[in-house]
């Protein structure tokens, strides 16, 4: 087996970064391409619709081209043949001179192992993942290593070979949905230095404490997570809340990003369907960067109160059977209390008990390191994931 990377010569047009823009529903014409899209199959070429692969988190058809914007996001299915080639396209990020290098990191495995990790830097990048004398049956799967904000990539029809054929991989018995923030990205963990910054090239969700979480509990997954992102206010240097930066404004959309796919599409621009994955459990891990603006301040604690009452009403809204655990602590434990109270006062007020709170331990720089701007490393992650994972069998699951 081998896997190689083939540069796609493609012409396309230069779009220049997209202001910033409200989520709403999906457009018609958005709508028309989608499904008609979906069956596209004349042998070799096969369509990543959800009747040939597993499509893994929240994804997107636009003709035929299946669209990832969040974290850990992509396809999973069996491949049976003996040459398989895939297709990735960048979105504007990988086109345009002033994204600084913050392409889409990708990963695409085969029976497990990592054949190709890459950034997104063209227009278009194909890649033989897999290649035999004879036929054979693996498993392959595409993740997307990076967050949404930055850039987003899609997965053209698969190559499969005259006599190939791919099926969907088995759906699990145990289904998770996280919402969170860096952490939950895998922000900087390949980057085990403090003092660097943000980059997509250092960021792995597969190497952070949910995805390890989904590994260990053997269930599907979906990640919900934006860097400097909070319930009522992203990161701030300051005494100012950042508004714009906000999870519960984007959590019934496809995602959220600077830059657009298929020419002008952004994924704050198209709906979610919940009906497409109802999720058992799902993991809150948000309020880190919400402590940034509130600190100790009362008054701007009982507002992060008020806004995570009202966010708890609007995920339960859209997954009426899910268990909610809210947590918080891996880089900062400050508002903690406030989460409790939060739900202790949901919960009175919609006598809804299907929901709880979870303290992760605080990483300890001393024994496991940073990686880039303070956030955890992988040991960290790791022990995490293991915790959270104790947690949730005690509850049942």
């Known amino acids: 087996m081998k896997a190689t990377k083939i540069t796609a010569l493609v012409c396309c047009a230069v779009v220049g970064l997209t ?16 499904e008609s899209g979906e069956e596209i199959m004349d042998g070799s070429i096969i369509t990543a619709s959800e009747d040939n692969v597993k499509q893994v988190g929240r994804t997107y058809i636009i003709d035929d081209t299946l669209w990832c914007a969040l974290s ?29 290098g913050n392409y889409a990191r990708t990963a695409i495995y085969v029976d497990g192992e990592r ?22 049956t693996v498993s392959v799967q595409v993740v997307k290593l990076s ?8 997965i053209k029809p698969l190559s499969v070979g005259e006599e190939g054929s791919v099926t ?16 939950t990205c895998g922000y900087g963990v390949d980057d ?5 910054s943000f980059s997509t090239a250092t960021e792995d969700a597969t190497k952070a404490y949910a995805y390890k979480t989904a590994q260990l509990l053997d269930a599907d997954y979906s990640l919900f997570s934006i860097s400097g992102y909070g319930i009522i206010s992203g990161y701030t240097s300051s005494d100012q809340k950042v508004k714009a930066q906000t999870i519960p404004q984007y959590y019934s959309s496809l995602g959220f990003s600077y830059n657009s796919f298929a020419s002008t599409t952004q994924p704050q621009s198209l709906e979610w369907d919940f009906s497409k994955f109802e999720p058992d459990i799902i993991v809150i891990n948000l309020g880190t960067n919400d402590a940034s603006y509130c600190g100790s301040d009362s008054d701007k604690q009982q507002e ?14 859209s997954n009426p059977n899910s268990m909610i655990i809210c947590s918080l602590g891996i880089m900062g434990q400050t508002l903690y209390a406030s989460i ?8 009175k007020d919609t006598g809804d008990e299907n929901i709880t709170t979870f303290k992760f331990d605080q990483q300890d720089q001393t024994t496991d390191g940073l990686a880039a701007d303070w956030h955890p490393t992988e040991a960290t992650h790791e022990k995490a994931a293991t915790a959270l994972c104790e947690y949730i069998k005690e509850l049942g699951f």
Do not use: W
Not at 19 to 34: L, P, V
Not at 84 to 97: C, M, P, R, S, W
Not at 147 to 154: D, K, N, Q, W
């Open 19 to 34: 202001a910033f823009s409200g989520c709403g529903a999906s457009s018609d014409s958005n709508a028309d391409s989608a």
């Open 115 to 136: 054949v190709i990790d890459d950034l997104i830097d063209n227009a278009e990048e194909t890649y033989t993942v897999f290649e035999s004398d004879e036929q054979q």
């Open 192 to 196: 085990e230095d403090e003092n660097h």
């Open 340 to 347: 409790e109270m939060a739900v202790y006062t949901y919960t």
């Open 304 to 317: 992060f109160i008020d806004g995570y009452v009202e966010f708890l009403s609007q995920v339960r809204q």
């Open 147 to 154: 967050e949404c904000a930055m850039s987003t990539f899609g």
């Open 168 to 183: 969907p991989a088995e759906e699990k018995d145990l289904k998770i949905e996280f919402i969170g923030d860096s952490i």
């Open 72 to 100: 850990g996001s992509g396809i999973d299915f069996e491949y049976t043949g003996t040459k398989l080639e895939i297709t990735l396209v960048g979105d504007n990020a990988a086109t345009i001179a002033s994204n600084d």
